[in-house]
């Protein structure tokens, strides 16, 4: 995986900004992983995909995972936090998943990737969402009219086979004593990780500019150290 410079990121904003947040996670791959063509990351397994974007959150911006969440109940605002690196532990052998499928009753089914995603982004209601996944993971085409015990059968056959597919955090709010599981979208926690990023290396942009008359491109090849240095002089 490539280490992502200031300019990197600064392109990857811009290119990001009005893009589907499945389309976000895949740029941000491609920006990585300059072998892996748009197509092919798009096929990979959800697992797969996530824990390249948890490593690649790693080498950008560390291993300490932390994030805000209010509660569903009350409203209480509540930070979580946890250690990419074991996070990504938990994927096991990720590429060994690729062509992996899982069989209930008797028809077989391929594990999820971002194209069964982004068909499925505009569904509102989740049961319908889920028959929609299947039908788009079914290895036979067309797809019968299952109940939901059938379905959730599936989706948790799915889960064993491809752990990191959906990230689920056990969460409990001290306020109101709700207790319930939220999902953490690697491409949008890293997409708001990486735009709070550029903003800033803009107002470095723009204090170092004015200050110095340099170009952005001078500006984004200094190390942040140096950059720093010459903002607190700037701000003297």
């Known amino acids: 995986m490539r280490a992502l410079s200031s300019s990197d990121l600064l392109n990857l904003w811009d290119r990001g900004f009005c893009l589907h947040p499945v389309d976000r ?4 791959l491609g920006a990585a992983l300059p072998g892996e063509s748009y197509e092919s990351l798009a096929d990979w397994p959800l697992g797969r995909r996530n ?5 690649l959150r790693c080498a950008c911006f560390g291993s300490n995972f932390q994030a805000w969440i209010s509660c569903a109940r009350c409203g209480e605002k509540l930070e979580f936090e946890v250690d990419g690196r074991t996070l990504a532990k938990g994927a ?3 590429d060994a998943n690729v062509d992996r499928t899982i069989t ?3 028809r077989s089914f391929r ?3 971002s194209r069964d995603l982004a068909k499925v982004s505009q569904e509102t209601d989740s049961v319908m969402a889920g028959m929609q996944l299947m039908e788009s993971c079914s290895e036979a085409g067309e797809f019968p ?14 889960a064993l086979a491809d ?9 409990h709010c001290p306020v109101c004593d709700n207790a319930w599981k939220a999902a953490l979208d690697m491409g949008i926690f890293l997409w708001a990780e990486i735009e709070a990023r550029a903003k800033r290396l803009l107002f470095e942009v723009h204090a170092l500019a004015s200050a110095y008359g340099w170009a952005e491109r001078e500006i ?3 190390s942040g150290h140096r950059r720093a240095l010459y903002l607190s002089m700037v701000h003297a």
């Open 25 to 28: 996670g895949l740029l941000f």
């Open 51 to 55: 824990k390249a974007l948890v490593d």
């Open 92 to 94: 096991g052998d990720a």
């Open 104 to 106: 209930v009753r008797g």
């Open 111 to 113: 594990l999820p990737t």
């Open 145 to 158: 009219l299952w109940s939901e015990e059938d379905l959730k059968e599936v989706e948790e056959k799915m």
């Open 163 to 171: 752990p990191l597919a959906e990230i689920l955090f056990d969460l």
């Open 220 to 222: 984004l090849s200094l």
